[in-house]
């Protein structure tokens, strides 16, 4: 079908509408591809998707779909053997924590007898990688860092880096609170060059001996590392080194178990995409009060109480519009600003949306044909 006519109906608008429920990578690329077939097979099963999608959302709120980046750099980044960051690892978990979610949610609609056109034929090519997927979970949070559990000795590692940083807090805890508070410019301890440090006034710099990190703006305050914890701040700034390497070393170990499964992974996130499309089909159509048209065979076209979709749906005026059964041309006359142009443009636009698997702004019982080409000529 001609691309100028979309733009001549509005055809991305609409898009743009349902754009709105998206909330995955793989989902927007659906969306954006979206264009009407011509074959009435393809439309056929569009339209039971988009079926599917409403009656899901009428019995359990839709398919529950979270935010999903696009995994496809990620995926070719293991191809050629790099390692992930956390941020990275999280976002593939995401789509392994999605997919086993995916396959309980189905199996308990299944289990309830809940029938479905095309949506189990969708389920059922989601692969679970349960092992795969509890390994993530348990070394990636969400936010991408690396947890405790992720192996014993980076546990063992924190837990010495903890009381390091404990010691070290202590003795310039008491530093600060003693005798010598007389000499600071603040009674705090803070961080300069990754070692923690007490605020000492210039002239007194020599009291507590260590080393300077850093100075004031004005210069007359010194980020001192008194000699007292030199040799504690050694042996943090060594657990935290040691913290980095374990660190490297599970990113790589985690990267390499995906690897085997990249295929499975990002086809895992084809398939979520494509159930988030279907859900905001649904939402925009119960948002708009739509319904799945049935199709024509005869390419008759009926649309009862057609709507336009990019009016004030508490201002748009509904219409009949019948066209192909007794008629092949419809003359509408009327005053200006009466709504004739609206009138052909909602018959275009509903037909080419019906094409396009969308649900259309009608009532129960609408029709629409098929048909290679919609020609307008509006101005």
Known sequence: MNTKILDVLGFEQVKSQIGQYIVTAQGKEALAKLAPSSDAQVISSWLAETEDAIKIQRLRGGIPVPKIENIRPQMKRIEIGADLNGIELAQVARVLSTTQELKRFFADLSESEIE???????????VSLPTLNRRLKEAIDEDGRVTDDASPALRGIRQSIRRAERTIRETLDGIVRGGNAKYLSDTIVTMRNERYVIPVKQEYRGVFGGVVHDQSSSGQTLFIEPKQVVEQNNRLRQHQIAERDEITRILAELSAELAPYQREILHNAYVIGIMDFMNAKARFGKEMKAIVPAINQDNHVFFK??????????????????????????????????????????????????????????EEESQMGVFNEIFADIG
Do not use: C
């Open 116 to 126: 479905f056109s095309r949506l189990y034929h969708w389920e059922e090519q989601l």
């Open 305 to 362: 109480q057609a709507r336009h979709p990019l009016i004030d749906q508490e201002k748009v005026v509904p219409n009949d519009i019948t066209i192909g059964k007794d008629y092949q041309a419809v003359v509408i006359t009327g005053p200006n600003t009466g709504g004739k142009t609206i009138t052909l443009k909602t018959l275009g636009l509903l037909q080419i949306m019906g094409q396009a698997g969308l649900p259309i702004l009608a």
